[in-house]
């Protein structure tokens, strides 16, 4: 009897099953996103999702609808639950995505939109910017970082940058590099 079609199932087979990845795909809200995640990170993803949520509002953090879709496939999972999270909580009412400002470890508070800031902090610098100075900056750089907090508890970009103005000293340079004293 000829054993080499059945040794050569077998070994496509094995090959067949330690290629094969269990992913799924993950809809919110029905939106299905376009990674594909291994079961324990989708996981990771919602339970980190849902503790962020009822930390942040407490009485009436409610997820959106979730819905999971199984399947094999060649390639392994791409998608981090760090993502899914983020993709879950913008989902979430009385969640927004809020960006915390902290210059020489002092935080200064959170604000909506970035943009206004940073043009708010450009325009308190050259503001204090003496004459033959062509370069501003911050002595200590300030940090924007994006976190999740609770719906209208953002403060005004004017007055963050007011406030870090106040704080964190300023470095102005002429066209030589050379320091100048403000």
Known sequence: MNRSPLLLALALLFFLTANLHLCCRVGVDGEWTPERYSLA???????AARAAAEEICPHG????????????????PDGAS????????ARVSGV?????????GCRFGTVADRGRLEERLRAAL????????????FEHGVEITPVYGRCGSEMSPSDVATAVAQVVPAVFTDREGQRIMG
Do not use: Q
């Open 41 to 47: 990170d989708a996981r990771r993803g919602e339970l």
């Open 61 to 76: 953090a409610r997820l959106p609808r979730l819905e999971e879709r199984l399947a094999l496939s060649f390639r392994p």
């Open 82 to 89: 760090r993502e899914l999270s983020a993709r879950i909580l």
């Open 96 to 104: 927004s995505r809020l960006y915390a400002v902290s210059a020489e």
């Open 126 to 137: 050259y503001a204090a910017m003496p004459v033959g100075a062509t370069h501003a900056r």
